[in-house]
């Protein structure tokens, strides 16, 4: 039977959790409202990083130092590629800014795909999407 030492059994762990976290941080953004809401999106944690689902969260935000204490709501969406980008604009000009979520295609031609999605009194609607950009 191999012993291993604890030292080294921190390690292990410790580089493990390190990676996840790292990978976390790259399949995820996150863009305040201007209400003061946080929007997070996150591709699917298990899924390949070509295709799959993204989520995207609200949250209040009401305590600074703890941002996604206080969820809201929530919406998934299947995604052809990866997450490049999300941002806030009021593309249909009624004064709120919608969550954009602008998604890369992995395959040739790296093709972007878009949706948008108005946050409204504690709910989310996907308002448009457009592909193949």
Do not use: D, E, N
């Given at each position: 039977m191999t012993r291993i030492s604890v030292p080294i059994l921190l390690l292990l762990f410790g580089?493990?959790?390190a990676h996840g976290a790292d990978l976390?941080?790259?399949r995820s953004r996150e863009v305040y409202l201007p209400s003061g809401e946080v929007a997070v999106v996150s591709e699917g944690n298990i899924e390949p990083r070509s295709v799959g689902s993204y989520t995207l969260r609200?949250?209040?935000a009401s305590t600074p130092e703890?941002?996604?204490d206080d969820y809201v709501a929530g919406i998934v969406r299947p995604r052809d590629g990866f997450i490049e980008s999300a941002a806030v604009h009021d593309i249909d000009m009624d004064g709120k800014d919608e969550?954009?979520?602008i998604i890369r295609n992995a395959g040739t031609g790296s093709y972007?795909?878009?949706d948008a999605i108005q946050y409204n009194e504690g709910s989310l609607t996907l308002l448009v999407t457009v592909n193949g950009l």
């Open positions: 580089c493990g959790t976390q941080s790259v609200i949250y209040s703890f941002p996604y969550v954009i979520v972007l795909s878009a």
